[in-house]
């Protein structure tokens, strides 16, 4: 059974810091493409950070650049989003999402953590 679940999500003021977890299970993390995307109420989903299977590449929205670092643990089956420097438009909820180097329609979602930046 293909699991990713997010961990992490919370409520922070404006200038903090927020780590989110994503725990995979069900298929070979490792070859798996990593992403985190977000959507805010009426907007659509974005796409926040990429990274690739081994880790040594990465790719960030303009929006989060210099503020967001996301990494993995393949021995964990783990990816990361290290937020820092959070603003109120950083609220959304953030979803972890992967799709194989193999076939790109072998796909998955998490269910997603809420990320509130308020005073």
């Known amino acids: 059974q293909v699991q990713l679940v997010e961990s992490g999500g919370g409520l922070v003021q404006p200038g903090g810091s927020l780590r989110l977890s994503c725990a995979a299970s069900?298929?070979?993390?490792?070859?798996?493409?990593m992403n985190w995307y977000r959507q805010a109420p009426g907007k659509k989903r974005e796409l926040v950070a990429t990274?690739?299977?081994?880790?040594?590449?990465?790719n960030y929205a303009g929006s989060v650049q210099g503020r967001f670092t996301i990494s993995r643990d393949n021995a964990k089956n783990t990816v990361y989003l290290q937020m820092n420097s959070l603003k109120s438009e950083d609220t959304a909820v953030y979803y972890c999402?992967?799709?194989?180097?193999?076939?790109?329609?072998?796909?998955?979602w998490g269910q997603g953590t809420q990320v509130t930046v308020s005073s």
């Open positions: 999402h992967g799709y194989s180097v193999y076939d790109s329609r072998d796909a998955y």
């Open positions: 069900g298929f070979t993390f490792g070859s798996y493409v």
């Open positions: 990274i690739r299977t081994a880790g040594g590449t990465t």
